[in-house]
């Protein structure tokens, strides 16, 4: 048998061993670790969803009229109203001809790729782009070209050298990166060279864009400019599960073939009410949005002042650059001494020597809390001169 045990004590020896931090409670924004109150800055409850008392008592109602489980998958006796009427939601907010409703995002990458390429295809990827999208292109079989990071003159050259069926897949906003993919060129490049274009954009729904309809409405980017969008409800929704929206053709194709929508139990229909409450709130949200922004920026201005190594990132997505994965732990640690919960992100979620605190802001944030986590980095900056 393989020596597990002796490659787990090999992890942490590299500061690379994964633990799971026990919490209770609400998310956002002061969640408890170990019986103390940390204020949390790594959630992705974007806009603070995650508890609201709307979406919280659609589900309690919802509860009682259709009971917990979905029991059956979709295409047995699963498919209750309640789904029905999400994906109609879900349609009409994204602009998009259909939707159809999946358990997580996680699935929906690896349905839909799969489903949409095959033997004999190519898929082009970013190079970083989310796991669930790297293991979507193996399941798919198809041959896997990556292109590096945003760079669509280097996409274009590949897409022209390729026969036959090309898809290529990119992450709307990059969740550990936090910039926003060339959307507009990409659009332009997949059309020329006749590609199917798929954009999930987990982290820029309900956060981008309109009315928070996300990166492709922010440009005013359609469906016959970019087919396929995937989008996931966990994040700035507040609930779970995860949606790909289309052209009614395709996603007929996808009932038909992806494999993670077939053989997979309905989410619970409550849980489907509520997430429809929370594309109202998110609907009518612009001024969690205007705020989630204000602290964004100040974020940005103030922490790079103090010397720290932002990226290029507009989102809530603000990942501080550290480099060794020992550093940003030390970080992290630093800042839980003074009460702030930032995780550190490590290879191989990121690539090697670019291990980094991930930052992510949220609308139930106030401007006292980002002053908490300012002057903590402030205070913690000895850290990272070794
Ligand atoms: C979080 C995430 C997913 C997975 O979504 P889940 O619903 O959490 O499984 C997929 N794609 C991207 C880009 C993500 O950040």
Known sequence: MRDFASELEQRKQAGLYRTRRLISGRQQPVLISGGKPLLSFC???YLGLASHPLNIETLRSALAENGIGGA????????????HRLEERLAAFTRRSSALFFSTGYMANLGVISALAGRGDTIFSDQLNHASIIDGCSLSRARVCRYAHGDVASLEGMLSETEGHKLVVTDGVFSMDGDVAPLRDLAR????????LVVDDAHGF??????????????????????VLVGTLGKAAGTSGAFVAGPAMLMDYLVQKARTYIYTTAMPPALALA???????IEHGDELRAHLQSLVNRFRQEASAMGY???????????????SNTRALAL???????GLLVTAIRPPTVPEGEARLRVTLSAAHSHDDLDSLLQALLDCRHLLKT
């Open 43 to 45: 959630s992705n409850d």
């Open 72 to 83: 059956s998958s979709h295409l047995i006796c699963g498919h209750n109203e309640a789904h």
């Open 189 to 196: 490049v997949c059309r020329d060279h006749g590609a199917l």
């Open 206 to 227: 309900g956060v981008l864009g309109p009315q928070g309809r996300g990166c492709l409405a922010e440009l005013g980017l359609s469906e016959e400019d970019v087919p």
């Open 275 to 281: 997430t429809c409450t929370s594309l109202d709130l």
């Open 309 to 323: 190594d932002l990226m290029p990132s507009r989102t809530p997505v603000q990942p501080i650059m550290i480099g």
């Open 332 to 338: 992290s640690h630093g800042l839980e001494e003074f």
